[in-house]
């Protein structure tokens, strides 16, 4: 009897079959087949869409529901296969354990769909809470990106923590990834913090505050020198919207508006990481191991310092965040590092992050993760272009990815050379070749626009994993 009520917990109907009642089994086995090549046919025409679909609010809300269903009927069948099996003909004690045996499987076959009901509620709130933008006009799948051929999207790293309430984020990791929409081809064009005189689109709020030639300078007194860096720009946005607006994403759009104009290109999206809600995910995750090549000293002079030893650690949020973050100060006993050099081991942070992400992980720790993800992100990309994203997140995977970083010795951060950066972009993502370093007439050479790009090939045979430690 309980063998036969175990049986249809993977092939419901079979107990009604040996119990006799053939239309009712031949029913249920029919339904289950029928849902059963519905899935599999879904997932395997449309296995690369599906990530893209479930950040469709209304595919999450059909998929709890969907899931409570199947639990219920489910654990009905299973009911009902212990029924039809009439365990009224055994002894009472016989009766009261295979009862409470049937009870257990009924109970047990709906866990996992409430397991999937309850992640796909939290995954359904957490997407909302952090892509809280609507596309100003309907997405069209056939042509998502409005004839666009490259996407341009800024990626930041913030600084915003507890005590810099009321002071606004300072964006201390600048990147735009260019992305060819066809191909998955991309650019990543990393600028320094440090950036000097931002210029800002004609004719918006933000160049009628600070128009040409001296663009983004407060005088001496107002943040000379620190708060009028690049990095200064989505703060003073945020603090100061009688300036820059009252919008909720006037921050983010003041930034892509400089970005723009430095790079000579239109950026779509922006996505700002709160390197301190970083912090909270690799916490989530369980720390992240990292090769630190040698002593990194943090927190100089203050009562939260501390060194980040040399060699392979399995690192906290807070210790990997301060690894990422950590420059050299007056008193270091051990090195620090520039900022180019704090900008190569937060990629280093990243990449580990993500090469040590493992879906049984992700699922065992998903809600907190989620939870961490809320105070994480903040973007205006809109949630309806989220599953045209995805499969475009897909062919970047495969594609050829290029790095320019417009740094120290080639670019002079307190001097930039907008033209030349602009110049150096177009060769960048039209493809065109570089033009080769010309002698001036003192005898030097002069660098080419691509001055500082790398390259990484194309994987072959699918996507290349990062490694599980990274070198600062």
Known sequence: MIGWTLLSVLVPGAAHLRAGRRRAGIVILVVYALVLATLTTVVLVNGKQLAGLVADPSMLTGLIAGCVVAGLAWSAVVVASYVAMRPGSLPRRAQAATGAVAGVLAVAVAVPFTFVAATARTSNEAIGEVFKETATKPIDPKDPFDGRRRLNIALLGGDGAASRQGVGIRTDSINVVSIDVKTGNSVLFALPREMENAPFPPGSAMAKRFPPPKNFWLPPGQGRGSADLLNGVWAYADTHPEVAGHTRTRAGDALKGALGQILGIKVDYYMMVNMWGVARLIDALGGVTINVERDICYGVGRSDGGVVKAGTHKLNGEQALWYGRAR????????????????????????????????????????????????????????DLLGELVPLADRVKSGRVSTMNFVPPAYNPAYPDFPRIRRAVRTATTGATTPRPTPSSTGTSTPSPSAGVTKKPKPTGGVSRLGSTCAA
Do not use: E, W, Y
């Open 328 to 383: 050299d100060h007056p008193g270091s006993t051990c090195a620090g590092g520039d900022n180019s050099t704090r900008m190569k081991r937060q990629q280093c942070v990243m990449n580990a992050m993500l090469s040590q992400l493992q879906p049984a992980n992700v699922l065992l720790k998903f809600n907190a993760l989620a939870r961490a993800a809320k105070s994480t992100f903040v973007t205006d990309i809109p949630r």
